[in-house]
T-cell receptor, first 111, second 118 residues
Framework: QKEVEQDPGPLSVPEGAIVSLNCTYS??????FMWYRQYSRKGPELLMY????GNKEDGRFTAQVDKSSKYISLFIRDSQPSDSATYLC???????????FGEGTQLTVNP | GAGVSQSPSNKVTEKGKDVELRCDPI?????LYWYRQRLGQGLEFLIY????????KSGLPSDRFSAERTGESVSTLTIQRTQQEDSAVYLC????????????????FGPGTRLLVL
């Protein structure tokens, strides 16, 4: 069983839709939770990070972590065609340690 | 400033040959990570450097894989006697203990080296 499970999609939505992406994990030692965005043939870039449980909002993006359920989510409001990319959840036990990634969800936002 | 750079961008090799992949981290970043991304899959951790020592190399899949780092600078990942299952994108990331715009020790990724073993 993988430590981090993520629905690979693909997910296709119309412009302006609310997008919900999520991951589940099995290792209760994970404390740092991240969402990376990866455009085609590029390296991943950090989009959001959360330490332990809670919510964090940054513009149109909201990240949620529920450690009791071992479940993390990323919400994208008013989605734009430029949001079309692969979204990878990642987590680590300590800050700066190795990241464990989900498989990635491929998102397409149609104009 | 310059980001993480990797070379070559693409590498095609024959089964059984050795390959060397290079990573130039962001200047001043003390930590350096190698990951592998197989087609349609998430990133898989290979090895982590702090300075030129490797406190975590538990992700290296076999003894055909090795890596070294010169000081807090360039790193080289070497794959000996390549196999077809080694075909993947090899990504390098670096991070600093100085707080970044997102959070301390954000890992910044390079564009990757696409390796194809025929």
């Amino acid at each position: 069983q993988k430590e981090v499970e993520q629905d690979p999609g693909p997910l296709s939505v119309p412009e302006g839709a609310i997008v919900s992406l999520n991951c589940t994990y099995s290792n209760s030692a994970f404390q740092y939770f991240m969402w990376y965005r990866q455009y085609s043939r590029k390296g991943p870039e950090l989009l959001m990070y959360t330490y332990s449980s809670g919510n964090k909002e940054d513009g149109r993006f909201t990240a949620q972590v529920d450690k009791s359920s071992k479940y993390i989510s990323l919400f994208i409001r008013d989605s734009q065609p430029s949001d079309s990319a692969t979204y990878l959840c990642a987590m680590s036990v300590t800050s700066g340690s190795r990241l464990t990634f989900g498989e990635g969800t491929q998102l397409t936002v149609n104009p | 400033g310059a980001g993480v750079s990797q070379s070559p961008s693409n590498k095609v090799t024959e089964k059984g040959k050795d390959v060397e992949l290079r990573c130039d981290p962001i200047s001043g970043h003390t930590a350096l990570y190698w990951y592998r991304q197989r087609l349609g899959q998430g990133l898989e951790f290979l090895i982590y450097f702090q300075g030129n020592s490797a406190p975590d190399k538990s992700g290296l899949p076999s003894d055909r894989f090795s890596a070294e780092r010169t000081g807090e600078s360039v790193s080289t990942l070497t794959i000996q006697r390549t196999q077809q299952e080694d075909s993947a994108v090899y990504l390098c990331a670096s991070s600093s203990t100085i707080p970044g715009p997102k959070y301390q020790e954000t890992q910044y990724f390079g564009p990757g080296t696409r390796l194809l073993v025929l």
